[in-house]
T-cell receptor
Framework: GQNIDQPTEMTATEGAIVQINCTYQTSGFNGLFWYQQHAGEAPTFLSYNVLDGLEEKGRFSSFLSRSKGYSYLLLKELQMKDSASYLCAVMDSNYQLIWGAGTKLIIKP | GAVVSQHPSRVICKSGTSVKIECRSLDFQATTMFWYRQFPKQSLMLMATSNEGSKATYEQGVEKDKFLINHASLTLSTLTVTSAHPEDSSFYIC?????????????FGPGTRLTVL
């Protein structure tokens, strides 16, 4: 079956760096997405990786290793507004998104 | 960027009534739209995939006669929850896929919070 694993919850301090890991097993691979979702809102797109390596976008970076079925989202210079759930999703061979359960990130002052 | 709207944003209805939720792509044509449901503290669950002009493809366990989907045009898809019951209370989110984005990205609507009393 298809499976996406990510930690349920993480806590970090304002101004620090946090890495959220995601491992996956899917039928085919057409890219991995990271989304941010604040409570009561729809997800917003953060990043997309389809080739191995690191994609950097401002304070956020995302890494992919297809051979290991592994990705991480790196958030730097954490701000209180970064408190949210972070969803890892893989697009399978049918171009459907397979979603992880999300990681709730709590930022403390 | 691509914008997707949903209407209504919140709805409260009595058990047994039907509720229609609209999903519109405002500045692009969506070849495919997806309907998701999300229960509290859980991830998104795909309900169905809707292609313009054809019947929706429902995920296993989703009743097609209860959740009616109509993708009448390249910019509009509707989800009708028929004979709603309290267990249908959830956050319903649509997304639209252009088929032309280099990122294969799905653009999400803001969601509809349904509460069935």
């Amino acid at each position: 079956g298809q499976n996406i694993d990510q930690p349920t919850e993480m806590t970090a301090t304002e101004g620090a760096i946090v890495q959220i890991n995601c491992t996956y097993q899917t039928s085919g691979f057409n890219g991995l997405f990271w989304y941010q979702q604040h409570a009561g809102e729809a997800p917003t797109f953060l990043s997309y990786n389809v080739l191995d390596g690191l994609e950097e976008k401002g304070r956020f970076s995302s890494f992919l290793s297809r051979s290991k079925g592994y990705s991480y989202l790196l958030l730097k210079e954490l701000q209180m507004k970064d408190s949210a759930s972070y969803l890892c999703a893989v697009m399978d061979s049918n171009y459907q998104l397979i979603w992880g359960a999300g990681t709730k990130l709590i930022i403390k002052p | 960027g691509a914008v997707v709207s949903q209407h209504p944003s919140r709805v409260i209805c009595k058990s047994g009534t039907s509720v229609k939720i609209e999903c519109r792509s405002l500045d692009f044509q969506a070849t495919t739209m997806f309907w998701y449901r999300q229960f509290p503290k859980q991830s998104l669950m795909l309900m169905a995939t809707s292609n313009e002009g054809s019947k929706a493809t429902y995920e296993q366990g989703v009743e097609k006669d209860k959740f009616l989907i109509n993708h009448a045009s390249l910019t509009l898809s509707t989800l009708t929850v028929t004979s709603a019951h309290p267990e249908d209370s959830s956050f319903y989110i649509c997304s639209a896929y252009t088929g032309t984005s280099g990122y294969n990205e799905q653009f999400f609507g803001p969601g509809t919070r349904l509460t069935v009393l």
